[in-house]
Structures are given as C-alpha cells and as structure tokens.
C-alpha cells in the first residue's frame, strides 16, 4: 500500500479529474482530467470504468481517497432545524422530486447542513472502483472552501465556474450570507444569473471582490465579459501550504480548486 498517498477525485457532467498527493509531505505528484464525451448517466459510468481500467496511476492502493461529484443540486438546512428523518422532506421543498437517495453531511466552517442527491449508478459504479472512498457533494465542498479563505470583516464572493455549471458563494465577515449553483448555456447566460444575483441581494457589483475558482484559461470570453460589469475580479492561486511536481508548477496558478478544496475541508 502507498502509505502516504491520497487520491482525490471530481467528477461533472463534463469531465473526470484527479490528483495524488503525499500527505505526509504535502506534495502533490499528478494531477489528470478527462474530457467526457457524452453527459447521460449511462455513458458517463462506461466512461469512468474506461478511464480507471485504463490509468494506471489509478491502480495504486492509496491510504485514502476522497472524491466530490457535481451532478445535482444541493439544499442547506441549518443545524436548528435538521432531523434526519425528514431529509427527503426538506430536499423535495427546492428540488424537483428524485428517486435517488438523498445524502447529507455537516459543513465544516457553517452550522448548517447540506443535503443532496447522488445518482445511484454513478454512486454504485464509483464506490467499485475507489472501494472506501469518502464521497461529497461538490456545493458543500466549495462553501466550506469558500468560508476557509474568506476574511474577517468583508464581504467577498466567490465562483466556481465549470463548462456550463457555475457555484456563487457570498460570505460577510467569514460568515455564509448566500449560495446557489446555476447552468448556464452561453456567456450572455452567465453574466444574466451572476448579475441578477448580485442585484437582487443588493450588492455594489463596484466594490465587491469576485474570487474566482476555474480549470478554464483566464483567456476565456467569460472573463472578458464579465469585467465590462466587474470591478474587481481576482483569480484564486494555489494554496501555498502545498508544494507541486514540476509538471504542475508549469500549469496556470488558478486551476484545480475542485480537488484542492477536498484537502482543506476534509
């Protein structure tokens, strides 16, 4: 067994990534992502076990793997008020009805709950193949995420921002004031929902600071667009309390947040 190795994982709709870090050391030694081609539920479990039969970085026996999956949505219940019991209950308010069974874990950094949903064959298919795996729903990862690089007496935003699925999270003074998660089709439709968002919670879109967290290139048209109506967009580097393979070190500063994140708010 690699006594010191982690795996971590993250899977969309879209893509499958992941990296391996030494624990031990704090060294991450390989990060990987795949392009899905397709994003049905059946073609995406085919294409994992394609992936992992494949990989053969993936056929280590780590001493621990931790996984999200962004497929879903999530609803936040505050500690006060949760009962297990009535889980199915709460996520039906906000979510249309599912026949999936309905998770739930306590976030690190809020006294809350988050409750979601996670397709039982892509559920299955992961837990076959990375056998002990701690698996999480994305949303809850990045709102502790969030919270854990958020500053005392300001109010910050922060983005997730995926091929089609964007996360906003809104703390003031490390403190969470507002979530959400949104598909989007075309840049016109990001900038609609972002600044929507932002109107509707009454905040200056001038002086509020946009923390953004991407694999897309800071290139992208998003981002161009996005500044026409944002002050003060700011890109999230790599935690420094981590160091990189030269292979990673040469990759662009702000990528994989989706798998460093599962570290931090383990």
């Not at 392009?35 to 280590?60: C, F, G, P, Y």
């Not at 969030?146 to 983005?159: C, G, I, R, V, W």
């Given at each position: 067994?690699?006594?010191?190795?982690?795996?971590?994982?993250?899977?969309?709709?879209?893509?499958?990534?992941?990296?391996?870090?030494?624990?031990?050391?704090?060294?991450?030694?390989?990060?990987?992502?795949?392009?899905?081609?397709?994003?049905s539920i059946e073609t995406i479990t085919n294409q994992i076990e394609d992936i992992v039969k494949n990989d053969t970085q993936?056929?280590?026996?780590?001493?621990?793997?931790?996984?999200?999956?962004?497929?879903?949505?999530?609803?936040?219940?505050?500690?006060?008020?949760?009962?297990?019991?009535?889980?199915?209950?709460?996520?039906?308010?906000?979510?249309?009805?599912?026949?999936?069974?309905?998770?739930?874990?306590?976030?690190?950094?809020?006294?809350?709950?988050?409750?979601?949903?996670?397709?039982?064959?892509?559920?299955?298919?992961?837990?076959?193949?990375?056998?002990k795996a701690i698996i999480k729903n994305t949303g809850s990862v990045l709102i502790d995420y969030s919270l854990y690089l958020?500053?005392?007496?300001?109010?910050?935003?922060?983005?997730?921002?995926?091929?089609?699925?964007?996360?906003?999270?809104?703390?003031?003074?490390?403190?969470?004031?507002?979530?959400?998660?949104?598909?989007?089709?075309?840049?016109?439709?990001?900038?609609?929902?972002?600044?929507?968002?932002?109107?509707?919670?009454?905040?200056?879109?001038?002086?509020?600071?946009?923390?953004?967290?991407?694999?897309?290139?800071?290139?992208?048209?998003?981002?161009?667009?996005?500044?026409?109506?944002?002050?003060?967009?700011?890109?999230?580097?790599?935690?420094?309390?981590?160091?990189?393979?030269?292979?990673?070190?040469?990759?662009?500063?702000?990528?994989?947040?989706?798998?460093?994140?599962?570290?931090?708010?383990?």
């Amino acid at each position: 067994m690699t006594q010191d190795l982690t795996l971590i994982f993250h899977l969309s709709l879209y893509e499958f990534s992941y990296l391996i870090i030494n624990t031990k050391k704090n060294y991450i030694t390989k990060t990987q992502t795949y392009q899905l081609a397709d994003s049905s539920i059946e073609t995406i479990t085919n294409q994992i076990e394609d992936i992992v039969k494949n990989d053969t970085q993936l056929h280590a026996i780590f001493h621990k793997t931790l996984g999200t999956i962004d497929i879903g949505n999530t609803t936040l219940i505050p500690d006060s008020l949760f009962d297990q019991n009535y889980k199915h209950e709460y996520f039906n308010l906000t979510n249309t009805y599912s026949k999936d069974e309905v998770m739930y874990e306590r976030l690190k950094f809020s006294p809350c709950f988050a409750l979601f949903t996670l397709n039982n064959k892509i559920y299955k298919k992961l837990s076959s193949l990375f056998k002990k795996a701690i698996i999480k729903n994305t949303g809850s990862v990045l709102i502790d995420y969030s919270l854990y690089l958020s500053k005392k007496n300001e109010k910050e935003l922060f983005l997730h921002i995926d091929k089609s699925i964007f996360h906003i999270i809104i703390t003031d003074d490390k403190k969470l004031i507002f979530y959400n998660k949104y598909n989007f089709k075309t840049t016109n439709d990001f900038i609609y929902y972002l600044i929507n968002c932002i109107n509707v919670l009454g905040i200056d879109s001038e002086d509020i600071k946009i923390k953004i967290m991407t694999n897309k290139d800071i290139s992208d048209p998003i981002f161009g667009k996005t500044k026409k109506y944002i002050n003060k967009l700011i890109f999230l580097a790599k935690d420094v309390k981590f160091t990189y393979d030269h292979s990673i070190k040469n990759q662009a500063d702000h990528m994989h947040h989706n798998l460093l994140s599962q570290i931090i708010c383990e």
